[in-house]
């Protein structure tokens, strides 16, 4: 349980900085793959946390890299609420990826929403 955490842990800090550049996650399907290898020696799952707008693109090279849990920001449910909060558009990459991660047999997924 440890090692799964701690590796789920550092997986979702990692991913989430490749996401949140230009870099469009490619160095977390490497990581994803490389981690993916550690299955062998008891890693249970991996993990990503995410803002989603990104993820659809990619989603399926992770699954099959070995990503096993998602965990998807949604700030608002509202559009126009959602591009004022995270100043840019991208509310529908966003509900689009959550779809795409729903039509995949992933362990889990998670939306994280906050109520304000």
């Given at each position: 349980?440890?090692?799964?955490?701690?590796?789920f842990?550092?997986?979702?800090i990692?991913?989430?900085?490749?996401?949140?550049?230009?870099y469009?996650?490619?160095?977390?399907?490497?990581?994803?793959a490389?981690?993916?290898?550690?299955?062998?020696?008891?890693?249970?799952t991996?993990?990503?946390?995410?803002?989603?707008i990104?993820?659809?693109?990619?989603l399926?090279?992770?699954?099959?890299?070995?990503l096993?849990?998602?965990?998807?920001?949604?700030?608002?449910?509202?559009?126009?609420?959602?591009?004022?909060?995270?100043?840019?558009?991208?509310?529908?990459?966003?509900?689009?990826?959550?779809?795409?991660?729903?039509?995949?047999?992933?362990?889990?997924?998670?939306?994280i929403?906050?109520?304000?």
């Open positions: 349980m440890f090692i799964n955490l701690t590796f842990v550092i997986l979702a990692l991913c989430l900085s490749i996401l949140q550049t230009n469009c996650h490619s160095g977390s399907l490497s990581l994803a490389e981690l993916n290898q550690l299955k062998k020696n008891g890693l249970q991996i993990g990503l946390s995410t803002n989603g990104v993820l659809a693109k990619k399926s090279k992770l699954h099959q890299a070995g096993d849990n998602i965990n998807i920001s949604l700030d608002t449910l509202i559009p126009a609420k959602f591009e004022l909060i995270t100043r840019r558009k991208g509310w529908d990459r966003v509900i689009h990826s959550m779809n795409e991660a729903l039509e995949m047999d992933f362990k889990n997924i998670k939306v929403y906050l109520i304000v």
